[in-house]
């Protein structure tokens, strides 16, 4: 029977058709340096774990994995036999490529780097959601402007500068769609990338003029360096949409199928623990994620889900693919491992 290792992160501070803004300023953050052609792209993931042996998962360390750090608490890894270790990855660029060399057996991203992985053939299978998209008054994401700002709505954002963690990353496929269903044109718009936690200073010395933001970082200053424009998230997609998912490569899950279940069972349990208890979210996010409590505690979480569908993954599929950051749409069933 394995045990799970329960390793503790250090502290840390993801409709015109055609080619558009998304594919000028493309880049696959996920895919990184891989070759992206050759029958072998994966094959180093094809690795046999054995009753003594632990999984290695590579993690971007935000709210939305709480589950992750929720099935290493609770015990849900342990009953099935499964022993954790966690690679806290401050680079997400890495993830896709280490589990695909077999350095890790599980991956964390956000959706649009997932689809664009996907797009460039790259063998990457979903296992489960790890957090949904919320209503807007719950939505942990935002654009956000600075406090005295005379943007009154995202259309106004033309001809100005916007921050965003990533170019092609979901915040910025989000906020070009939040723009241009206000009427805006987001080729229009100059994205930076800037990591989130520079944001709130970009903010407040005028280097941009919004900026597309997350939990916890959204919270802090909130109402005196910067304020809310419009909810992000909630806005961009369809209800219950799949922003953050687990996922494999395809000949991981050949040779490790019952593995490969298990893991993804004891997900599912722990995202619905989420549901239930956002006091433990908020507890796992400080021992585990290394948030400040006061942090952990104040600020908004996202709705939290596992069971993936091709409807909880379509939206995001179809606003990139009607952006430019996809150049076909994705048969989404194909790319959803059916446990």
Known sequence: MRSVRRDTPPAT????????????????????????TGCGVGQGSAIEIGEEDSIRIGVVPTASFAPLYIAM?????????????????QNAAAVAPSVLNGQLQIGTAATSPFFAAVE???????????????????????????????????ADLEGRTVAVNALAALPHVAAGQVIRDDG???D??????????????????????????????????????????????????SPETTTTLYFTA???????????????????QAGEHAREDPELVAEVLVTHGGMDPQD???MRLPSYGSELSTDSLRS??????????????????????DD
């Open 184 to 186: 805006g044109d987001p």
């Open 120 to 154: 460039k053939g790259i063998p990457v299978r979903a296992l489960a959601s790890s957090s949904l998209n919320s209503v807007e008054e719950d939505d942990e994401t935002a654009l956000v402007i600075p406090t005295g700002s005379d943007v009154e709505r995202p």
């Open 250 to 268: 395809q000949p991981f899950i050949d040779v490790n199928p019952e593995l490969v279940d298990d893991f993804t069972l004891a997900i599912h």
């Open 296 to 298: 952990a505690a104040g």
């Open 73 to 89: 608490e609770e015990g849900y890894f342990e009953e099935r036999g499964i022993d954790v270790e966690l690679d806290i990855m």
């Open 188 to 237: 229009a718009v100059t994205f930076v990338s800037m990591a989130f936690p520079d944001m709130v200073s970009a903010l407040s010395s005028g280097r941009v003029d919004a900026a597309a933001m997350t939990e916890p970082f959204l919270s802090q200053g909130e109402g005196t360096e910067h304020e809310r424009l419009t909810g992000l998230y909630s806005q961009a997609f």
């Open 13 to 36: 501070a993801g409709h015109p058709r055609g080619e558009g803004w998304g594919r000028r300023v493309f880049s696959v953050a996920m895919v990184g340096s891989l070759a992206l």
């Open 316 to 337: 995001v599929a179809d606003v990139m693919a009607a952006n430019g950051f996809l150049e076909q749409q994705i048969d989404i069933a194909t790319v959803i491992h």
